[in-house]
């Protein structure tokens, strides 16, 4: 699935209606952030501009036929600022220059980030999720707040984390299916209240 599509009002109603479900029948207070991509990763694109205006030195270097001084400046000039902005805009590339760790590094700064400056913490119970989704990276960093009980859910709160993870590379459908797998359990550890308020937003938060 493309990351327009992640974005399009379709998923975002589908992500929503989802979330009302899951709200239904918890005392959980989720919010859905997508974000295009966590960090900025610079460094990814010089190294590739820096290996073309390798290849392009070499070139003006072995090129059995003599070629002007000037030339060579240019060449390399030119080959280093495409190879910067072929990586800098096709994600596929990217990533071939990016460490799994450093990105997981990213998203979780990130998915932290946003937890705090979306107020996800301020909820009456201390009931918040932030299931944020990081498109670049393919990642979902799930950031629980104090009132969820991770430690008494245990594995299967970990299990959910996971595949909600895993959906990441595998479309909207594959969330909507993860997201709702979470239902039961928190259901079970943090039940609606009668006099439960909504407090955060159901729609999806675009970072």
């Not at 599509?5 to 989802?18: F, H, N, P, Q, T």
């Not at 005392?27 to 392009?56: I, K, M, N, P, Q």
Request: net charge negative.
């Amino acid at each position: 699935m493309s990351d327009a599509e992640w974005l399009s009002d379709k998923a975002r109603s589908k992500v929503r209606d989802g979330i009302v479900a899951l709200e239904a029948t918890s005392g959980a207070e989720v919010v859905a952030t997508v974000c295009a991509r966590s960090g900025h990763y610079r460094h990814a694109d010089y190294l590739v501009g820096a290996l073309f205006a390798l290849l392009a030195l070499l070139f003006y270097l072995f090129y059995p036929e003599p070629l002007f001084d000037d030339v060579a400046v240019v060449l390399v000039v030119a080959s280093f600022a495409v190879g910067a902005v072929l990586c800098a805009s096709v994600s596929a590339v990217r990533r071939l220059f990016l460490s799994r760790k450093l990105m997981n590094e990213e998203v979780r700064k990130a998915a932290r980030a946003k937890f705090v400056e979306q107020g996800i913490g301020r909820t009456t119970g201390r009931t918040g999720i932030l299931v944020y989704v990081s498109l670049f990276e393919r990642r979902v960093e799930v950031v629980p707040d104090i009132g969820i009980p991770v430690q008494q859910l245990g594995k299967r709160w970990e299990d959910a984390v996971a595949l909600l993870d895993t959906s990441a590379k595998k479309g909207v459908e594959a969330f909507l299916a993860a997201l709702a797998a979470t239902g039961p359990m928190l259901t079970e550890a943090v039940p609606r209240a009668a006099d439960d308020v909504n407090e955060l937003p159901d729609d999806v938060v675009q970072a």
